[in-house]
């Protein structure tokens, strides 16, 4: 079992930065690919980003350039830099853990969510 623990959104302007985190507990993170997704109301989740244990990354066009992923095995916590926020980039962010070994943004492949944290983007 792994427990995650979303915190850092928040709500700002239209070009702001936020940095998302994500503390796991229970069992290793570091064993398990870990990603973000987003959801807007009214729409399907979708994946943002992922990294795999060998710190292989995977991004949404939509993030690549503006967003970064990246872990801290020594605490268990994963982390998602966003800068350039977008109007668009509004929605709930859930950290997410899964038993590939490769990073991939396609839900079903994720066993474990946290609760999420809500970042709000105005223009």
């Known amino acids: 079992q792994v427990q995650l623990v979303e915190s850092g959104g928040g709500s700002v302007q239209a070009g702001g930065s936020l940095r998302l985190s994500c503390v796991a507990s229970?069992?290793?993170?570091?064993?398990?690919?870990m990603g973000w997704f987003r959801q807007a109301p009214g729409r399907e989740r979708e994946g943002v980003a992922a990294?795999?244990?060998?710190?292989?990354?995977a991004y949404a066009d939509s993030v690549k350039g503006r967003f970064t992923i990246s872990q801290d095995n020594t605490d268990n916590t994963l982390y998602l830099q966003m800068n350039t926020l977008k109007p668009e980039d509004t929605g709930m962010y859930y950290c997410?853990?899964?038993?590939?070994?490769?990073?991939?943004?396609?839900?079903?492949?994720?066993?474990?969510w946290g609760q999420g944290t809500q970042v709000t983007v105005s223009s």
């Open positions: 997410a853990a899964g038993v590939n070994w490769y990073p991939t943004l396609i839900a079903n492949d994720y066993t474990y």
């Open positions: 229970g069992s290793a993170h570091k064993r398990y690919q």
């Open positions: 990294i795999a244990t060998d710190g292989d990354t």
